[in-house]
């Protein structure tokens, strides 16, 4: 055999090598960018999510807060406008059910821990809506309900800080200060 023909030999075998090597570079790049873009469609996804869950429970949150407190003031009348109160109790039963169809809508992704406190946090307020369903209301009960609210809006700002931490905000947060701040 002759030198060039060993040297044809040799130049393809390189060739097909070095193809070879670019073909599995590649294909490893692809699966790689496509893992990415499955990861960061999944991100979008569970912050949508998220983002609805807390606007919903954030809605009932505030309907509590102003129907018991409206109830409240019509407690303190001396003629009680029973259709007032019963509009408002409506309303209450409304929001909570919207709620719960939030969260039986949109929790499929969403880890156990954060799910468990979004029904705690549902069930504390069912609860407190109960007080609607007794004949009479009194004032003292209702004032305590009032007062729980305050602890249900720290319970919400504890769940939004879970999902937070689910997402990973703090560590996105850094890496694009750090970016930014090149």
């Known amino acids: 055999m002759d030198w060039q023909a060993a040297l044809t030999i040799s ?11 670019a073909l599995m570079i590649s294909y490893k790049v692809y699966q790689r960018q496509k893992s990415l873009e499955n ?9 949508e999510q998220y983002h609805i869950i807390i606007q919903s429970a954030s809605n009932l949150l505030d309907e509590f807060h102003k129907a018991f407190l409206d109830i409240k003031d019509e407690l303190n009348e001396t003629f009680i406008n029973q259709d007032l109160v019963n509009g408002l109790a409506d309303s209450i039963d409304d929001k909570t059910d919207e ?11 969403i880890p156990e821990e954060v799910v468990a406190k979004l029904d705690d946090f549902f069930n504390h307020l069912y609860d407190e809506s109960q007080i609607m369903d007794s004949e ?3 004032i003292e009960s209702l004032g305590s ?4 609210l305050d602890k249900y809006e720290n319970d919400l700002e504890d769940i939004t800080n879970l999902m937070r931490k689910d997402l990973g905000i703090e560590a996105i947060d ?5 970016r930014t701040h090149k």
């Not at 130049?11 to 090597?21: C, D, K």
């Not at 850094?174 to 750090?178: C, F, G, P, Q, S």
């Open 11 to 21: 130049s393809v075998i390189i060739s097909m090598i070095t193809a070879l090597g």
């Open 39 to 47: 990861e960061n469609h999944f991100f979008r996804h569970k912050m």
């Open 99 to 109: 709620f719960r169809l939030v969260l039986s809508k949109h929790c499929a992704f």
């Open 136 to 138: 009479e209301i009194k």
């Open 145 to 148: 309900v009032i007062n729980n």
């Open 174 to 178: 850094r890496r694009l200060k750090a």
